[in-house]
C-alpha cells in the first residue's frame, strides 16, 4: 500500500498511537519550533541535507525504494517537505522582530 493510501486509511481510522517531539512549551507554541529549526539550519543547510537523504536512499541496493510506487511517494514526501521548509522559514521570517533582522543582517 502507498503512503498516500496509508495516510488516507490513518485518517479516517482512530489513533491510537499519540506521540509528539515537541516539548510542553514547544507544543503551546510552535512558533519556538520553528525559530530554533531556523536558527539551526538555514534554507540551504537544510535543502542540501534533504537532498542528500533523497538521493543517497535512492541509489542505495537492497532497499524498499526498488519499488517504483515506494519512489513516488518518496519524491512526493520530498517535494512536500521542501514546500514545508519554505512555509516554516517564512512563518519565522513573519514573527522575527524587525530589530532581530536588522542584526542579522
Known amino acids: ?3 498516500i493510501k496509508k495516510s488516507i486509511v490513518m485518517q479516517t481510522t482512530p489513533s ?9 512549551q514547544e507544543s503551546t507554541d510552535p512558533m519556538l519550533a520553528v525559530n530554533r529549526f531556523c536558527e539551526l539550519f538555514p534554507p540551504a543547510t537544510a ?3 534533504l537532498w542528500l537523504w ?3 536512499t535512492l541509489a542505495a541496493e537492497d532497499t ?3 519499488n517504483a510506487q515506494h519512489r513516488a511517494d518518496l519524491l512526493l514526501f520530498y517535494n512536500e517537505l521542501l514546500k514545508l521548509l519554505d512555509a516554516d522559514y517564512l512563518l519565522n521570517l513573519a514573527n522575527t522582530p524587525a530589530e ?3 542584526v542579522a543582517s
Open 1 to 3: 500500500m502507498s503512503i
Open 16 to 24: 491510537y498511537f499519540s506521540h509528539t517531539h515537541l516539548s510542553e
Open 47 to 49: 535543502r542540501q541535507i
Open 54 to 56: 533523497l538521493s543517497e
Open 64 to 66: 524498499q525504494y526498488e
Open 100 to 102: 532581530q533582522l536588522s
